[in-house]
């Protein structure tokens, strides 16, 4: 008869999250997965059968969790161009105020794994087509009400702006202040 589990697999799994956020894939051990977790190595692998199950387990929680909070500030009342500055405003002061800068874990996984990791490389394009579809809602609401012209390719738009948030994350790696980073969003907003 199997032993009933002692752990809350969400609880571990937020745990195995933080690792492979901050250290990406290859780098975090299995030992120091097991550490963070509470978990010693055979339940580890009972639970989640590799590193890379436990990986793909901690990157969907990141897009359920951790991304699902940044994008309902998009969801909030009021002009579009302000509730699209008040996200690239809260991710910029997000990343520079993380002393790790681990920036955004979808991205991390994009630039380590695409290309060598077909399951992970479509997880992390799941939150990029989840973003730019929040993106895009926004820009069609704001050419409904008339606060966006028309005329202009709102899929086009919601691209530009899944760019610039991608590159706003890679560049918040690197940045001393938020300076550079705001003239960016002021800039790309103009062009809305």
């Known amino acids: 008869m199997a032993r009933p589990r002692k752990f809350q697999p969400e609880a571990v799994v937020e745990k195995a999250m933080e690792v492979f956020w ?19 190595r055979g339940s580890l692998y009972n639970t989640f059968e590799s590193k890379h199950g436990l990986f793909e ?24 161009k302000q509730r699209l500055r008040a996200l690239m405003l809260a991710i910029i002061e997000m990343d520079l105020a993380d002393p790790e800068r681990r920036g955004c874990m979808a991205i991390n996984t994009a630039i380590e794994l695409a290309g060598r990791d077909a399951s992970a490389t479509k997880l992390a394009a799941r939150m990029f087509d989840q973003t ?14 008339g606060e966006l012209a028309a005329h202009q390719d709102a899929e086009a738009l919601a691209a530009l702006l899944l760019n610039t948030l991608t590159g706003l994350r890679v560049l918040g790696k690197t940045a001393e202040d938020a300076t550079r980073l705001e003239r960016i969003v002021d800039t790309v907003l103009k062009a809305l």
Do not use: I
């Not at 901050?22 to 010693?40: F, N």
């Open 22 to 40: 901050e250290k990406g894939y290859a780098a975090a051990t299995p030992q120091e997965l097991g550490e963070r977790m509470g978990l010693g």
């Open 57 to 80: 387990h901690a990157l969907r929680h990141y897009l359920d969790h951790e991304a699902v909070k940044l994008l309902a500030l998009l969801q909030r009342p009021g002009p579009v």
């Open 132 to 145: 730019e579809a929040a993106f895009l809602a926004v820009l069609q609401e704001g050419q409904r009400t």
